[in-house]
């Protein structure tokens, strides 16, 4: 029998490129976002991840179509940026409802069907910026590091039911991630500038970054093992970047960001 899979945001960018993936390694995927329409060879099913009512209908369709679940890949999400102090609250917290509380809510969705069966695995889309906290991307930064302690926390709840739950970390990819970005200006003759600098320097890095062909490949892949390695990173220069922030002490560490990203 095919594995079972279901990838939310899987209509354009990594997780569309994921969803493919995963595809044609014999996997049956469903898709679910908010567009009408979905990608063609895959199960589309409409579905916002804000909703709680909208993600339980759409994750009992699923059992009811196909019996089970074996892998669940978090991938809806966008970026927000500007500074803080004109950044209104509503907005911050519209990024932690569809970034972290949208995983929060497809988990609670399909973990006791994956217990019950004894098996399961849950990938988490996080980010380089989780360990590497990106001046006016603050609350981005902040969504993408709580899904790590989520992710690992999870994971030793889930440990003795044979679900194994991890979250991988891109940097840069090249995706319409960064078109859909909502951008607070304001201020930034304030900050002298800085916040425009900022994004600008973010955004040209994501416009010639990584292929997010690759990117959905490494995620794939990462879908489809059953080992208990909490947190991947996709790229070596990435990986070594992750790795600086484990050696370096906090206060060099934030020095080094903010020389990249807030001067």
Not at 75 to 94: H, K, L, W, Y
Not at 168 to 196: C, L, N, W
Not at 199 to 227: C, I, N, W, Y
Request: aromatic share 8%; glycine share 10%; net charge positive.
């Amino acid at each position: 029998m095919s594995k079972i899979a279901v990838i939310t945001g899987g209509t354009s960018g990594i997780g569309r490129e994921t969803a493919l993936y995963l595809a044609k390694n014999g996997c049956t995927v469903y898709e679910l976002s908010r567009r009408e329409e979905g990608v063609e060879g895959l199960k589309h099913i409409r579905a916002d991840v804000t909703d709680e009512d909208s993600v339980r209908r759409a994750v009992e369709q699923i059992l009811q179509e196909a019996g089970h679940i074996d892998i669940l890949v978090n991938n809806a999400g966008f970026g927000i940026s500007g500074a803080v102090e004109f950044t209104d609250t509503e907005e911050a917290q519209r990024q932690f409802q569809v970034n972290f509380f949208g995983m929060v809510r497809m988990n609670r969705a399909v973990i006791a069907a994956m217990r019950s069966r004894g098996s399961g695995r849950i990938v988490n889309l996080s980010s380089v910026a989780a360990p590497v906290p990106i001046p006016f991307q603050t609350y981005y930064s902040a969504s993408k590091a709580a899904i790590n302690s989520y992710t690992m926390a999870l994971g030793n709840e889930l440990r003795p039911f044979g679900i194994t739950v991890c979250a991988v970390m891109p940097g840069d990819i090249h995706t319409g991630f960064t078109a859909a970005r909502h951008k607070v200006g304001q201020g930034d003759e304030i900050y002298a500038g800085r916040i425009s600098r900022s994004v600008k320097r973010m955004e040209h890095d994501e416009q010639t970054g990584m292929d997010p062909a690759k990117a959905g490949a490494f995620v794939g892949k990462v879908a489809l093992k059953t080992s208990h390695k909490p947190l991947y990173t996709i790229g070596f220069a990435y990986k070594a970047a992750v790795l600086l922030t484990k050696i370096l002490p906090a206060r060099a560490l934030n020095w080094l960001i903010g020389k990249i990203y807030a001067s």
